[in-house]
Every structure is written in structure tokens, then in C-alpha cells.
């Protein structure tokens, strides 16, 4: 059962807009508030713009709020090959056709990288950035070709079919059931075929190795705007070993711990990251 909370923040519903990068769509959800500071919501790897729906309305009466939908996730276009510069690309063009005005941009997990990567190469473009439970390595890694995905598209009878199929990656508890439900059902599409996952399950083999960046943790260090950093206390990438050396990259009154949240922090504990990144927000522009 949905509680009243998230019943109401979901009500209020978004704009859906899209842009053209690099030849591909890009789609992206606004909720209109001219005037007012940007704030863009980047979801992560296998999720999509719909994530933010009970979250993004928690922001409106003090931002202009747009989450987007990167290349080969939601009802963006799938590409040929993925890059880091493109997704980043894709950041900074929604930015400017959504008309945001000083904006902060807000990244999880993946797309934290992709933000991360954009807050890099355009630094003229973004006030600050929000990276939420994304690793930052102090090495760069190597990573060797990933196969093409074999496994062929599977189509279901009927949405609620693919909805049960869906699952977080990477897998972790989750007792929020209304929420995965939810995020299912915008997983999905309806074909001639069937319901079939939007999701382009190659994009990791589809990305680029050809490019060179700085090691994540040199990277934010180099920033000359403002980072914040929230991440779950049970996530599997920020055990207590690794929470605590954040300090010595970030600015350490800019992170900020959920209690009793895995990697999906938002997911598991949403109210409680409202909160988190409410009183992480004003901190960003002091």
C-alpha cells in the first residue's frame, strides 16, 4: 500500500520534454519553476527519470527540478556506443534546453560517475554537484572489453508479468515494495511483441575504452565548485573503512550518512534522504 506521502509527491506531475544529443533523443521530466535554482536529478545504470518521482516535488517550491533520462535507459534513444563524455554531454545539453539557471546536479551511482564526469569537462555549467553513494576510487581502473549481451529481448503478456521480473542492481534488501512497483512499471514498454524492458542491456559493453581521466578520487579533489556527498550506511561500497577516508577527498561538512539505507539509498530510506540532501542543498552555495 502507498502511503499518503508518496501519493502525494507522485500526484504532482512532471512536464515530459526531450533534446537531441549527438543524434539521439534525450528525455527528460521538468517540473516548471521559473525563476528558481536548477536542480537536476541523474539517475543510475538500469534506472531511469521515474525514479525521482517521489522525490523531485520535495524540491519545487525552492528549485526549477528536472530529471533526465540518459541515453539507452527510459524513453531516451539507445545508442550504437556509450561514452562517459557523451552521458556527460547529455547532462550539460538538458541543463541548457531545460533553461536551468545556476544548477546544482544530483547523481546516483552511475550516473554520480556521469555527473561527476560532466562537473569535470564543463565546470562553466554547473554551481555544484550531489554525488550519492558512487564510488571514487584514488586509482584508475583498467577495465577490459565486456562481451555483447547474448540473451535476446524478453517479452511478457502483460505489464504486471515484466513487473514482477524486475530487480535492483546491484541486488540488496529492500522493504519498500509500493516503490519498487512503482519504478517497475515505467521500466517497461508495450511492443507488437509484448511488454519488453526499456533498458539497453549492452550499454557496458557498448562504452567506450578510449578515454582518459583523471583516478575518481583526484578528480573531485581538482573541483574548484562545490561537492556534497550522501551515501547509505549499509551500502556495500561504503563500509565503515571507506566512509571514513571520504573525508580526506571531500569536504567533510558536505557528506552526509542515511541511517539505514543499502546502495538504493532514496529507494530505502526517502524521506529520510529528503532530509539529507534538504539540509546538504543550502550548504553547497555558502
Given at each position: 500500500m502507498q502511503p499518503d506521502w508518496f501519493k502525494q509527491y507522485i500526484s504532482v506531475k512532471p512536464k515530459q520534454h526531450s533534446c537531441q544529443v549527438e543524434g539521439a533523443t534525450i528525455a527528460y521530466?521538468?517540473?516548471?519553476?521559473?525563476?528558481?535554482?536548477?536542480?537536476?536529478?541523474?539517475?543510475?545504470?538500469?534506472a531511469h527519470a521515474h525514479w525521482w518521482d517521489f522525490i523531485a516535488p520535495a524540491f519545487i517550491s525552492d528549485y526549477d527540478v528536472v530529471a533526465i533520462d540518459n541515453s539507452g535507459s527510459g524513453d531516451s534513444d539507445h545508442r550504437?556506443?556509450?561514452?562517459?563524455?557523451?552521458?556527460?554531454?547529455?547532462?550539460?545539453?538538458?541543463?541548457?534546453?531545460?533553461?536551468?539557471?545556476?544548477?546544482?546536479?544530483?547523481?546516483h551511482?552511475?550516473?554520480?560517475?556521469?555527473?561527476?564526469?560532466?562537473?569535470?569537462?564543463?565546470?562553466d555549467q554547473l554551481k555544484s554537484?550531489?554525488?550519492?553513494?558512487?564510488?571514487?576510487?584514488?586509482?584508475k581502473s583498467s577495465r577490459e572489453p565486456i562481451p555483447m549481451p547474448k540473451v535476446r529481448p524478453r517479452f511478457y503478456e502483460s505489464l504486471e508479468q515484466g513487473k514482477r521480473r524486475f530487480r535492483l542492481r546491484p541486488p540488496q534488501p529492500c522493504d519498500n515494495?509500493?516503490?519498487l512497483d512503482y519504478i517497475a512499471g515505467y521500466s517497461l514498454q508495450e511492443t507488437p511483441k509484448g511488454f519488453?524492458?526499456?533498458?539497453?542491456?549492452?550499454v557496458f559493453a557498448k562504452m567506450s575504452l578510449a578515454e582518459e581521466f583523471p583516478a575518481a578520487a583526484d578528480m573531485v579533489r581538482g573541483m574548484q565548485i562545490p561537492v556534497g556527498f550522501i551515501y547509505g550506511e549499509k551500502s556495500r561500497f561504503f563500509p565503515p573503512?571507506?566512509?571514513?577516508?571520504?573525508?580526506?577527498?571531500?569536504d567533510s561538512t558536505l557528506i552526509r550518512a542515511v541511517p539505514?539505507?543499502?546502495?538504493?539509498?532514496?529507494?530505502?530510506?526517502?524521506?529520510a534522504f529528503i532530509e539529507a540532501l534538504k539540509d546538504l542543498l543550502p550548504q553547497l552555495s555558502r
Open positions: 521530466q521538468h517540473w516548471k519553476n521559473p525563476g528558481k535554482p536548477g536542480l537536476l536529478f541523474v539517475h543510475g545504470h538500469a550504437e556506443e556509450y561514452s562517459a563524455a557523451l552521458f556527460a554531454q547529455e547532462i550539460v545539453s538538458c541543463i541548457k534546453a531545460a533553461g536551468l539557471n545556476s544548477c546544482i546536479v544530483v547523481g551511482s552511475f550516473g554520480g560517475t556521469m555527473t561527476r564526469i560532466a562537473a569535470h569537462l564543463y565546470p554537484i550531489v554525488i550519492i553513494d558512487s564510488a571514487l576510487p584514488a586509482k515494495k509500493f516503490i519488453k524492458f526499456k533498458l539497453d542491456g549492452a573503512a571507506i566512509a571514513d577516508g571520504l573525508g580526506s577527498i571531500l539505514h539505507a543499502y546502495h538504493h539509498v532514496f529507494v530505502d530510506q526517502p524521506l
